[in-house]
């Protein structure tokens, strides 16, 4: 199986701070990774697809990079609603794996 | 719009097994996978399988490969999930989501407790 390492596990930031969220892959996925984000109590909302396509409606600060075998999702200017649970997922290969997820709150 | 209306909570006795569904409305529920995710409390999310239901197809995850049973109905543009032999390990929300993840259901919390 494809392993999914996501860093960090939690991360506390400022409002209008940068912010990356990073996943590796443990074998080549191509482009075929998502971000994801959950607050409490909601179902997974996708937020980038093909590692660097903004899903409809996710606002501009959101963006998608790859890098070798790292991802990365960045908000470029950190607002209170981005406060949630990331999740990266690979769908190139079965099983499809997610990573373990990073939790953003606010500092 | 494209919706997944997933059926109620459920609470079940260990060793038994439950159904759940997720009713799809918006799209053609023949052209795209229907996948399954689950998620225990406080803990991440993991793939299960996902369905194709043109052909009833399937892919499993290889720990879910004994636990869960997909299914697919045409007539009412329903797909299932059945988990049998339930653990408390099996207690979480279970969601399914398609065609690429881009569509969720509300989510069904499987409860397991004697």
């Known amino acids: 199986d494809i392993q999914m390492t996501q860093s960090p596990s939690s991360l506390s930031a400022s409002l209008g701070d940068r912010v990356t969220i990073t996943c590796r892959a443990s074998?080549?996925?191509?482009?075929?990774l998502s971000w994801f984000q959950q607050k409490p109590g909601k179902s997974p909302r996708l937020m980038i697809y093909g590692a660097t396509n903004l899903e409809d409606g996710v606002p501009s600060r959101f963006s998608g990079s790859r890098s070798g075998s790292d991802y990365s999702l960045t908000i470029s200017s950190l607002e209170s609603e981005d406060t949630a649970i990331y999740y990266c997922l690979q769908y190139d290969k079965y099983p499809y794996t997610f990573g373990a997820g990073t939790k953003l709150e606010l500092k | 719009e494209v919706l997944l209306q997933q059926s109620g909570a459920e609470l079940v006795r260990p060793g038994s097994s439950v159904k759940i569904s997720c009713k799809a409305s918006g799209y053609t529920f023949t052209d795209y996978y229907m996948h399954w995710v689950k998620q225990r409390p406080e803990q991440g999310l993991v793939w299960i399988g996902r369905i194709n239901p043109a052909n009833g197809n399937t892919v499993y995850a290889e720990k879910f490969k004994s636990k869960a049973t997909l299914t697919a109905d045409k007539s009412s543009n329903t797909a299932y999930m059945q988990l049998s032999s339930l653990t408390s390990e099996d207690t979480a929300t279970y969601f399914c989501t398609m065609p690429v993840f881009d569509y969720w259901g509300q989510g069904v919390m499987v409860t397991v407790s004697s």
């Open positions: 074998q080549d996925i191509g482009n075929y």
